[in-house]
């Protein structure tokens, strides 16, 4: 094996979602003279990039002065709010938006065309922006701190040989590493559990947003017009909500997102979306128009009690990497923005990851979590305790004397024996897409079929035995791609991995009750190309 290459910078950041770019741009502001890199998997700045999203622009007008003469090509200004409680067949609208839904100031965006501006923006301040690089591993120096990654190799064949295009991956060295991996990274995963970030904090908690972007017919579209909801299909055990987000183009941005804490084993939150599209207040505004893309992700939900220490020797959390989803509002964007401007300042004043932790905490993106840290815990009680709560919260400003916990989503999951599993009323769809393998054709994704699967199964005897029993193998409807499968053949019965459908939302991680799934990063530029979303 030949020795690798090997690129050295000062600063080196793993993901180019808005807290990498916005930490590489202002640390390029603040001193033009340190080398700064940044390496994203995808093929390109924004491809993996998912989120509604209606963004707060304070930190935007702080990062770069003036953008609105620029602005990135999706941004409508929000105009105006609606809050729905669904029933199966109808439904009402609040008639007090909630305070946290209170959009006016705001812009509509599309995360992934933000990013791919932002990267605009940093290449022009001399940051070095590398797509399709794939970090597979951390490297440490001698005294065990962080030192940089390894980029996966390529044209690795499943079995391990290696094909004609094989191209060793490079080792990426720098003085500071910065994790901005998003939600559930797969190498802030191993470095919160190697330096034992989480030992003070809870269980960190996620949810799962599925999106679609529509072509929807002339007149139906109100430019700005923001609209969420609560209740049906979800039962009022369960954790779930809407949005349906008016662009301009005759374009609409909607999606439903499901809290992964959800305990029915046989819940579906792909089914759940479908379902949502279909409801009277929501199918006649689609009928007759086209899905232009689909996708879906994972959120970062659990806040403040669940944020870990976010320094380690060598390299520092920012982001959703750290868990800064201010959830009620239903809004990361700009606590992702906003930490990867303080984490700059940080570096340029220290050039030491050492003293992070403490900046951040004494920041107001702490302070906001801190605000509404029991609004999303509450509803494990039940959708009514919830709205109580949050009525509690809004009207105390978060001074509650007390803090909720937070639990393990995959911890939530009851057994088929125990759930109670209410036959759901599902309505008839004819929305497309008809199922999920459909969805993953609007969502471009691609990987090489003969590539190491990506998504590792530490005992599929388990799945087959035990996981079948005891929970009826929930990754068969957990997962929004239709990765997994008990597929049948003259041996009998085994899990069969889709991995080319894999949308990279790292559900089976988070959601397997048996935590043997993890996921890791398939070869460079593989995975879904998603367009405005």
């Excluded at 970030?197 to 996620?206: N, V």
């Excluded at 471009?444 to 199964?457: K, S």
Aim: aromatic share 8%; net charge negative; proline share 6%.
């Amino acid at each position: 094996m030949s020795e690798r290459d090997v690129m050295e910078y000062d600063v080196l950041t793993v993901g180019a979602g808005p807290a990498g770019l916005a930490f590489a741009l202002r640390l390029k502001q603040l001193n033009p003279a340190l080398s700064v890199c940044v390496i994203e998997k995808a093929s390109s700045v924004g491809a993996h990039a998912l989120s509604g999203a209606v963004i707060e622009t304070e930190a935007l007008d702080e990062l770069i002065p003036g953008w609105r003469s620029s602005p990135p090509p999706i941004c409508v200004p929000a105009k105006n709010d609606e809050f729905w409680f669904l029933s199966k067949t109808g439904g009402f609208k609040a008639p007090i938006n909630p305070p946290q839904m209170s959009n006016h100031g705001n812009s509509i965006v599309s995360l992934g065309a933000l990013c791919a501006w932002l990267a605009g923006h940093c290449e022009a301040a001399g940051v070095e922006i590398y797509p399709g690089f794939a970090a597979s591993e951390v490297l440490y120096d001698e005294a065990g701190a962080v030192c940089g990654v390894r980029i996966g190799d390529m044209g690795v064949a499943k079995d391990g040989t290696h094909k004609p295009t094989y191209t060793q991956g490079i080792d990426i060295k720098a003085k500071t590493t910065v994790l901005g991996e998003g939600a559930r990274g797969h190498l802030s995963k191993q470095l919160i559990a190697r330096f034992k970030l989480d030992a003070d904090s809870d269980p960190q908690s996620y949810s799962i947003g599925i999106k679609e972007l529509w072509q929807v017919r002339e007149g139906v579209c109100e430019p700005g017009k923001i609209v969420h909801s609560m209740g049906w299909p979800a039962d009022s055990a369960t954790y779930g909500g809407s949005f349906l987000y008016h662009l301009d183009g005759n374009r609409i941005a909607l999606g439903y997102v499901s809290g992964l804490d959800y305990s029915d084993p046989n819940y579906q939150p792909y089914e759940a979306f479908q379902q949502w599209k279909n409801h009277p207040s929501v199918k006649p505004l689609l009928e007759g128009g086209s899905i232009l893309s689909a996708g879906a992700r994972a959120i970062v939900t659990g806040g403040y009690q669940s944020l870990p220490k976010v320094e380690m020797p060598g390299a520092l959390l920012i982001g959703c990497a750290a868990g800064l989803v201010n959830v009620p509002k239903i809004k990361g964007v700009h606590q992702a923005l906003r930490s990867g401007m303080l984490a700059a300042e940080h570096i340029a004043a220290n050039n030491d990851s050492a003293g992070w932790d403490a900046k951040l905490r004494a920041s107001k993106v702490v302070a906001e979590l801190k605000k509404v840290r029991n609004f999303k815990p509450a509803f494990k009680k039940g959708r009514l305790f919830g709205l109580i709560n949050a009525g509690w919260e809004t009207l105390t400003g978060g001074l509650s004397p007390w803090t909720l916990k937070v639990k393990a989503d995959w911890s939530s999951l009851k057994k088929l024996s125990e759930a109670e599993s209410p036959q759901r009323e599902y309505v008839e769809r004819t929305l497309a897409p008809r199922d999920r393998l459909a969805g993953v054709y609007f969502a471009a994704t691609e990987h090489d079929e003969d590539q190491p699967v990506h998504l590792q199964v530490a005992d599929t005897d388990i799945c087959i035995t035990k996981c079948a029993e005891e929970y009826g193998n929930p990754c068969t409807r957990f997962c929004p791609a239709g990765v997994y499968e008990i597929a049948q053949d003259d041996a009998g019965k085994r899990l069969q991995i889709n991995a080319a459908n894999c949308v990279h939302c790292k559900t089976c991680d988070i959601k397997d009750p048996y935590q043997i799934i993890n996921w890791v990063t398939p070869e460079g530029g593989s995975g879904p190309n998603y367009q405005n979303l």
